[in-house]
């Protein structure tokens, strides 16, 4: 995996493993809402190619709301698969609160250091996290827990 690729999920890992729990928690919920048309409304005709079908359109929905989470999660497990490569503790003390959505400034004023410094130890990170390789997906026994 690229360096570039690699720092990009770094920097969305916190908000997809928050979209993944509210997603998860969304799905749960069995098409509250839902409800035919009477009057009218039921009498209009409707969009070419488009169904009238309420049931029908939710399950749509969410099927590309269950594929959005499929797609974050591989980006999670990506990230999750190569945090162990960080030994360092002042590495794994930057990677934590980079994970948990902290920007830089804050993690430099947070360890006093400066915010050069953090990035440098962030350039560290990627670096070492781009040099591993991907493991096999039947390794994969991280599941994740929101």
């Known amino acids: 995996m690229r360096?570039?690729?690699?720092?990009?999920l770094l920097k969305d890992y916190h908000w997809m493993i928050n979209?993944?729990?509210?997603?998860?928690?969304?799905?749960?919920?069995?098409?509250?809402?839902?409800?035919?048309?009477?009057g009218i409304e039921a009498a209009m005709p409707k969009g070419k190619g488009e169904t009238s079908d309420p049931v029908y359109r939710e399950v749509v929905r969410r099927s590309k709301h269950h594929?959005?989470?499929?797609?974050?999660?591989s980006k999670?497990?990506?990230?999750?698969?190569?945090v162990h490569v960080i030994t360092d503790v002042r590495?794994?003390?930057?990677?934590?609160?980079?994970?948990?959505?902290?920007?830089?400034?804050?993690?430099?004023?947070?360890?006093?250091l400066s915010e050069r410094h953090i990035r440098r130890i962030k350039d560290s990170i990627v670096h070492q996290m781009s040099e591993m390789p991907r493991m096999p997906n039947s390794t994969r026994t991280t599941k994740i827990s929101c």
């Open 67 to 73: 594929e959005r989470i499929i797609g974050y999660e």
């Open 3 to 8: 360096e570039k690729q690699i720092e990009r």
């Open 91 to 112: 590495e794994s003390e930057v990677l934590h609160w980079i994970l948990e959505g902290k920007g830089y400034s804050w993690i430099a004023r947070h360890m006093g």
């Open 19 to 38: 979209s993944v729990r509210i997603m998860r928690e969304n799905l749960r919920d069995a098409g509250d809402g839902l409800t035919a048309q009477y």
């Open 76 to 82: 999670i497990h990506m990230i999750q698969e190569r």
